[in-house]
């Protein structure tokens, strides 16, 4: 009788372990994941960031590069096409991680939540990024661990697993809820991809840049509209031949593949992401242990490149970045090394594979530069 207590008992321990250790983790002070916070501003310093980073961005001939930093105590910004629209890439974690926080937040949930787990589904499944895809269907995961694989991993199966879970309408309403009413984010991964592959008759029927110039054409109202019956006629598409009918995209149209992935897309201005971050620093999209457990997720992002490259290790830095065909993007929440809490976003469209690595180098001069002068 006892031992069968006790094996009980070890094997809810077993299970329960890696939540005891997480709800550890976010029950620390916050101050431990944040330097002290300086609010004064040396107005010189802040031209001189300024006149540095437009020298930055005019030097980048050629590509499209919109950037917001925004300092938090002042609400002082720096913006170079902050208000314009870029492609966003899996920079749309971001608001979907807030997102999915905050539902459980308004229901008055505690973090034991995202112990729930979520079957996969056929609908669910995308390729490129993250090994979510490699899981069998039907195979159960946590609503944690999937929040995990879309920051860390940027896992598109993950994120669909997320958008479904969430509601498409949730998270297109979600930055209009937080004051940003001009990004445009309602496509999932699955979505934009088969849609940018011309998936629906009324995109062209198979070539992308034709179903590219169709989708520039379109409102956003009929853009969600498209973007709804694509994923309800190809629900059942399985990974297999999702992948088949890229391959074949990419060898009869190799120019118009590269140029659709990047325009069928959730499109954000940098303004409002670097906002949606100052929301995050502020408490006004999440509050107490989700808020902490934002951060920390945000926090796991790999530190070896884009905006972080060049911010020493020791230095708080929460951020999550985006990659596409012709697209580099980043967007980041970090004190300065006098202690400035700052929000940057930087988004570059319009490179060639040839200069991916080149614009992410850029994304890393940038920050440092915000970072060493404040």
């Not at 940098?270 to 107490?288: A, D, N, Y």
């Not at 929440?333 to 080149?358: D, H, K, M, W």
Request: glycine residues 6%; charged residues 20%; hydrophobic residues 40%.
């Amino acid at each position: 009788m006892h031992s069968n207590n006790f094996c009980s008992f070890r094997q809810v321990w077993r299970r329960s372990w890696p939540l005891v250790c997480l709800i550890a983790l976010l029950l620390c002070p916050l101050s431990l994941l944040s330097a002290k916070p300086q609010t004064s501003l040396s107005q010189p310093a802040w031209e001189r960031v300024e006149r540095l980073l437009n020298k930055q961005v005019e030097a980048y001939q050629g590509w499209k590069v919109g950037y917001s930093l925004l300092h938090l105590p002042s609400h002082k910004e720096i913006a170079r096409q902050g208000e314009e629209l870029f492609p966003l890439a899996s920079v749309y974690k971001l608001p979907l991680l807030l997102a999915v926080c905050q539902k459980f937040q308004e229901e008055g949930r505690p973090l034991t939540v995202l112990q729930e787990k979520v079957a996969l589904k056929p609908s669910d499944l995308c390729p490129g990024s993250g090994q979510f895809q490699d899981k069998p269907l039907g195979t159960k995961v946590s609503l944690d661990n999937a929040l995990r694989a879309i920051i860390t991993d940027s896992d598109n199966t993950a994120s669909d697993l997320l958008v479904r879970y969430l509601g498409s309408n949730n998270l297109r309403s979600a930055l209009p809820s937080w004051g940003l009413p001009t990004s445009q984010v309602f496509l999932s991964s699955r979505q934009s991809w088969l849609l940018s592959l011309g998936a629906h008759p009324q995109l062209g029927g198979g070539d992308p840049l034709q179903a590219a110039q169709i989708w520039r054409t379109l409102n956003y109202e009929q853009r969600q509209k498209l973007a709804s019956e694509v994923e309800r006629e190809q629900a059942s598409l399985s990974l297999a031949q999702f992948k088949a009918r890229d391959q074949k995209a990419k060898e009869k149209y190799p120019f118009s593949h590269f140029v659709a992935a990047s325009q069928v897309d959730n499109l954000g201005t940098p303004s409002e992401f670097s906002r949606i971050l100052g929301l995050l620093h502020s408490g006004r999209i999440l509050k107490g242990p989700w808020r902490t457990y934002a951060l920390t997720r945000l926090a796991q992002t790999d530190r070896t490149q884009r905006l972080a490259r060049f911010i020493p290790a020791s230095n708080p830095f929460y951020h999550k970045t985006g990659s596409n065909q012709g697209v580099v993007n980043d967007c980041a929440l970090f004190p300065s090394r006098s202690g400035q809490p700052l929000a940057l976003a930087v988004f570059i469209y319009g490179i060639s594979p040839q200069e991916r690595e080149e614009a992410s180098l850029a994304l890393s001069q940038m920050a440092y530069t915000a970072w060493y002068e404040l």
